[in-house]
């Protein structure tokens, strides 16, 4: 993250002894939040590690310094808060230049990893499936390739701490060819999982389904309105990063449409390009939905920051222009005024999903939205024995009037297009 002001901070941390090693954090702020809110996100972090906060340093500088990122004197005040605080290991809230970490690793009495290397560790912590697995080992491995020299430390033998899950030692500070073949190995099984997407997708718009994700900020509360519009019940956490493998399950709409929404990965401030790319197969559910779901979080004080964000990652994956819809989450941690005011608004759709508010208005902000498959109304005459005909009208369209004339049943409709097209012998006219 290149500082556009001269703002530099630190951030130590200790782990629970009984279950990880202690570590003491360094963290450089971005200058769109203030000190105490980009500590307070990277305290997020740490804990969804696993990591418990031991200390905390700060620093402002013009500029980071190139060869330790922080400057002299810093390093030597963080050696020695680490010291004191029997810290294992040194978190930097920055990426760090494959000489820094050298420099810090030979200045430092523990580990050092950067802000990259903990959220690699947090996405393997909660990689569940086989596809995610993978994604993390790919994004693990290209960041390691260009800093495997002087590694030592840090390349030490695998235990159960912040830094060590994933693709293990298996020689890397020596066998660049070995990595290199395993990196090419992975992607190529990920392209398989790919193609494997491609055919399901294919499939699935033989029936015109469209497609609704729901992108956001990390702990915005995507899975928690993803089970509420869905009662998948999908993991629910406030841990940051908790829902790395898609998830995707069909919804009926007020029109009766039914389209498929997609829970996807949380995108972060200073998301690494590494996870961008690993993650892309992950990631085309965003890029091949017709509509997307921005769900923010109401109460965050920095919510315009975190919106930024989220487009800058849009903007990568070029779903920029995709109709979108702006879900504020969480308004039951509101007052009531505030509550209100966002109610109200016309450009942004008010919800708590843990209390299953606004529910109703957010799925007809959804139909407004689809432009696929359009609502048509028609007139129809099924005959009374025609069961199936008027089960599947019932199930799949609104029925806005309906007469009964000796054996025929004379209705007038409101449903998708591909549904009233199967029906055309059925139809008087269409309105």
């Known amino acids: 993250m290149a500082l556009r002001q001269a703002d530099t901070e630190a951030d130590a941390s200790t782990l629970d002894d009984s279950a990880e090693p202690r570590f003491k954090a360094a963290s450089p702020k971005s200058t769109e939040l203030d000190a105490e809110e980009s500590l307070a996100e990277f305290r997020e972090l740490v804990m969804s590690a696993g990591g418990e906060v031991a200390a905390e340093v700060m620093q402002r500088r013009a500029k980071p310094d190139p060869a330790t990122l922080v400057g002299s004197g810093k390093v030597e005040e963080i050696a020695g808060v680490a010291a004191s605080a029997a810290a294992d290991l040194v978190l930097f809230d920055h990426d760090l230049t494959p000489t820094q970490l050298r420099n810090l690793e030979k200045a430092l009495p523990c580990r050092v990893l950067d802000r990259t290397q903990l959220i690699l560790d947090i996405f393997a912590r909660h990689a569940r499936t086989r596809e995610g697995q993978l994604q993390v080992e790919l994004a693990q491995l290209e960041y390691m ?175 920029l222009a995709k109709p979108r819809i702006e879900v504020l989450n969480k308004i039951d941690l509101l007052n009531a005024e505030e509550r209100q005011g966002l109610e109200s608004r016309s450009d942004v759709v008010a919800v708590s999903a843990r209390e299953g508010r606004g529910m109703e208005r957010l799925l007809e902000a959804i139909d407004s939205a689809l432009h696929s498959d359009p609502i048509l109304t028609a007139e129809l005459r099924v005959p009374q024995q025609d069961g199936s005909v008027l089960a599947m009208l019932e199930a799949g369209t609104v029925i806005e009037s309906r007469e009964y004339d000796g054996n025929l049943v004379r209705l007038t409709v409101s449903g998708p297009a591909s549904l009233l097209g199967r029906l055309r012998d059925y139809r008087l006219r269409d309105k």
Do not use: C, W
């Open 145 to 319: 390739l260009p800093r495997l020299t002087g590694r030592g430390k840090a390349m030490s033998q695998l235990g159960g701490g912040i830094g060590t899950r994933g693709p293990g030692e298996t020689q890397l500070e020596t066998d660049r060819r070995g990595i290199q073949r395993r990196i090419d190995q992975l992607k190529g099984d990920l392209e398989a999982v790919r193609r494997v997407r491609r055919q399901q997708r294919q499939r699935r718009e033989s029936v015109p389904v469209p497609t609704v994700a729901l992108v956001g900020y990390t702990n915005a509360g995507k899975s928690t309105l993803f089970n509420s519009l869905t009662g998948a019940g999908v993991l629910q956490s406030s841990k940051m990063f908790a829902t790395l493998d898609p998830k995707l399950r069909a919804i009926q709409l007020p029109s009766k449409r039914r389209v498929l929404l997609s829970d996807t990965v949380g995108f972060i401030r200073n998301l690494p390009h590494t996870l961008v790319t690993s993650f892309r197969a992950t990631l085309e559910e965003v890029e091949q939905a017709e509509v997307l779901l921005h769900v923010r979080d109401a109460a965050s004080t920095y919510g315009e920051e975190q919106k930024s964000q989220v487009e800058k990652v849009l903007g990568e994956l070029d779903s």
